[in-house]
């Protein structure tokens, strides 16, 4: 199984991003996948999920603003990062999970992306 992470970048607060995770070995279909990033100093932390029988899930400060989705036909799955702020500055990576089941914890995924740098500027 392998992730492709791509599409961040640099961007000005209030900007929009979108991000692309290509996968090879696996499919999104059946499975779930997550969105996590990770800033300097911190744990990663799950940003978003979605799962072919539960559907989308995201944690509270980027509801409203993110929306991840999938493309079956192409086994890509996107997070679109609108009204981007400064504290969304970090390394995102995608990840997989065979289970239908989204979950919030790094160790509950079994592959990984090599993700990709998104810096938002004041």
């Known amino acids: 199984v392998q992730l492709q992470a791509s599409g961040g970048g640099l961007v000005q607060a209030g900007g929009s991003l979108r991000l692309s995770c290509a996968a090879s070995?696996?499919?999104?279909?059946?499975?779930?996948v997550g969105w996590f990033r990770q800033a300097p100093g911190r744990e990663r932390e799950f940003v978003a999920g979605?799962?072919?029988?539960?559907?989308?899930a995201y944690v509270d400060s980027v509801k409203g603003r993110f929306t991840i989705s999938r493309d079956s036909e192409n086994n890509t799955v996107y997070l679109q990062m609108n009204s981007l702020i400064v504290e969304d500055t970090a390394v995102y990576f995608c990840?997989?999970?065979?289970?239908?089941?989204?979950?919030?914890?790094?160790?509950?995924?079994?592959?990984w992306g090599q993700g990709t740098l998104v810096t938002v500027s004041s």
């Open positions: 979605l799962s072919w029988r539960t559907g989308a």
């Open positions: 070995g696996c499919t999104f279909v059946t499975g779930s």
């Open positions: 990840a997989v999970r065979t289970s239908w089941i989204v979950k919030f914890g790094v160790r509950d995924y079994n592959h």
